[in-house]
C-alpha cells in the first residue's frame, strides 16, 4: 500500500486564481481530513470528512472548500488565492472516526 | 481556548544523553493526546498516543491532567531520534487535531 498519496507535490499560483489539491486515503479508510502547515508552525485543521459529509471546519475562510467523492477521495479547493495560502498542505486519512491519522506527504503551494 | 503549546524550537542532546520535550496543552474537558514524529524527507506519523500507554522507540509520555502536561522522554538519545516533534490534541469525539509547532530534536554522535 502507497499509503495516503496527494497531488500534485508542488505547485506555483498567482494571487486571484483559484486551487484544487487531491488526496487518495489508504484503502478501506472512509475518514479524510485536511491540515495548512505554514513554515515554522504546527498543522493546522482545515476539514474533515467522514463517509463523504463535512464533519469538521476549522477556522478557515470560505474561500476555502472541500469534498469527499464515493470512492474516498478528496479535493481541497481554495479560491481568490493570497500570499498567506502559501503553505504545506497535509491530507490525512483513518480507518474510521476516532483512529489513528496517516498523513501524506502533502502539497507544497506557493502563491506568488 | 484549545491550545498546544511546546516552548522549545530546538532541543540538541548528544547520543545516550536523556531527552525531554515539553508540551502542555489548554482544553475544558477530557482530551486525548498525541506525538507525532516527522524524520527527514519522511511524511508526519504517529509516535504515541496516550490512552495506549505504549513506550514506542524508547519513547514514553505521561499525562499530567493537574499539570496540562504531555511531555515526551527518552533515557538514551540515538542519533536516529533527530526529527521534527509535534504533540497534538484532539477533543472528545472529534478527529480534529489541534498541532503544537514543534521541537526540534538533534542528537549529536
Known amino acids: 500500500d502507497a499509503g495516503v498519496t496527494q497531488s500534485p507535490t508542488h505547485l506555483i499560483k498567482t494571487r486571484g486564481q483559484q486551487v484544487t489539491l487531491r488526496c487518495s486515503p489508504i484503502?478501506?479508510?472512509?475518514?479524510v481530513s485536511w491540515y495548512q502547515q505554514v513554515l515554522g508552525q504546527g498543522p493546522q485543521f482545515i476539514f474533515q470528512y467522514y463517509e463523504k459529509e463535512e464533519r469538521g471546519r476549522g477556522n478557515f475562510p470560505d474561500r476555502f472548500s472541500a469534498r469527499q467523492f464515493p470512492n474516498y477521495s478528496s479535493e481541497l479547493n481554495v479560491n481568490a488565492l493570497l500570499l498567506g495560502d502559501s503553505a504545506l498542505y497535509l491530507c490525512?486519512?483513518?480507518?474510521?472516526?476516532?483512529?489513528?491519522?496517516?498523513f501524506g506527504q502533502g502539497t507544497r503551494l506557493t502563491v506568488v | 481556548a484549545q491550545r498546544v503549546t511546546q516552548p522549545e524550537k530546538l532541543l540538541s542532546v548528544f547520543k545516550g544523553a536523556p531527552v525531554e520535550l515539553k508540551c502542555n496543552y489548554s482544553?475544558?474537558?477530557?482530551?486525548?493526546l498525541f506525538w507525532y514524529v516527522q524524520y527527514s524527507r519522511q511524511r508526519l506519523q504517529l509516535l504515541l498516543r496516550h490512552i495506549s500507554r505504549e513506550s514506542i522507540k524508547g519513547f514514553t509520555a505521561d499525562l499530567n491532567k493537574g499539570e496540562t502536561s504531555f511531555h515526551l522522554k527518552k533515557p538514551f538519545a540515538q542519533e536516529e531520534d533527530s526529527a521534527m516533534y509535534y504533540c497534538a490534541l484532539s477533543g472528545y469525539n472529534t478527529d480534529k487535531l489541534i498541532f503544537g509547532t514543534g521541537t526540534r530534536l538533534q542528537v549529536f554522535p
Open positions: 482544553y475544558s474537558g477530557s482530551p486525548e
Open positions: 490525512a486519512s483513518s480507518p474510521d472516526r476516532n483512529t489513528e491519522a496517516f
Open positions: 484503502s478501506g479508510h472512509k475518514s
